[in-house]
């Protein structure tokens, strides 16, 4: 990943966490971004400005509203950067999930038959 300090920095406050996780169900309009994450409407717009600008989302005007859809491509970039923190824990989590399965004590696994 290049060096994409704006796409942290955007992701860094929760209330535009909380945007982008409202997008990824369906795009929406600034009104319904105000509705549904309970900020003032000028509060709404500086947060979909900041992600705005570091790429998240785009706008497209519908008459008299704006309606924002979160724009996939730095969502990929930044899975791609954590890929290897993922394998990483992955495996810590595999082996992890060995140890136990192997001691002596351990409680059936829920996912087997008894």
Do not use: F
């Not at 982008?20 to 009104?31: D, E, F, K, M």
């Not at 996939?72 to 970039?77: E, K, L, V, W």
């Amino acid at each position: 990943m290049s060096d994409d300090s704006g796409l942290w920095t955007a992701l860094a406050d929760p209330h535009r966490r909380a945007i982008v996780a409202l997008l990824l169900q369906r795009p929406r309009s600034v009104g319904e971004i105000v509705e549904a994450c309970g900020l003032s409407q000028p509060s709404t717009s500086k947060h979909l400005r900041v992600l705005r600008q570091a790429g998240l989302v785009r706008a497209r005007q519908d008459a008299q509203r704006r309606v924002y859809a979160l724009e996939p491509a730095p969502i990929a970039a930044l899975d791609a950067w954590l890929a290897p923190y993922r394998r990483l824990w992955n495996a810590r989590l595999d082996a992890l999930g060995r140890r136990l399965d192997e001691s002596p004590d351990a409680p059936p696994h829920p996912l087997t038959e008894d």
